[in-house]
């Protein structure tokens, strides 16, 4: 079955944000998610899931390991596990991109202190 944000699991998180199940299974996760502007997701890392986030609309701030990488459309980065990130949305426009975990996320993130 043809799957997009339309027909898929819907779920709300941090601050507005919104999120879609493309694809969940336990060994693959693919979320399309969309976050307004001036907001961002809590610092974390995955103790077991690799994770790539790939931009669709907008511009994202993503730190990892203290770094910052700027991520317009069309582009995207490999976060490993136990590596600290955080994606910002530092604009005035809406933000759009899908992250795959291999494998599942769920259950595997820890808040950084």
């Not at 390991?65 to 995207?76: A, I, Q, S, T, Y």
């Not at 976060?79 to 600290?84: K, Q």
């Not at 994606?87 to 795959?100: A, C, G, K």
Request: with cysteine.
């Amino acid at each position: 079955m043809k799957k997009s944000k339309f027909n898929a699991k819907h779920y709300i998180w941090g601050d507005h944000c919104d999120g879609w199940y493309l694809v969940e299974t336990n060994d693959l996760s693919i979320i399309q998610e969309r976050m307004p502007p001036n907001t961002s997701e809590v610092r974390h890392f995955h103790q077991s899931s690799r994770q790539f986030f790939f931009i669709l609309s907008g511009v994202a701030t993503i730190e990892v390991n203290g770094g910052r990488v700027l991520l317009h459309p069309m582009e995207g980065i490999q976060i490993p596990p136990l590596a600290p990130h955080q994606i910002f949305n530092e604009t005035e426009h809406d933000l759009e991109f899908n992250v795959t975990s291999q494998p599942n996320s769920k259950g595997d993130r820890i808040l950084e202190k």
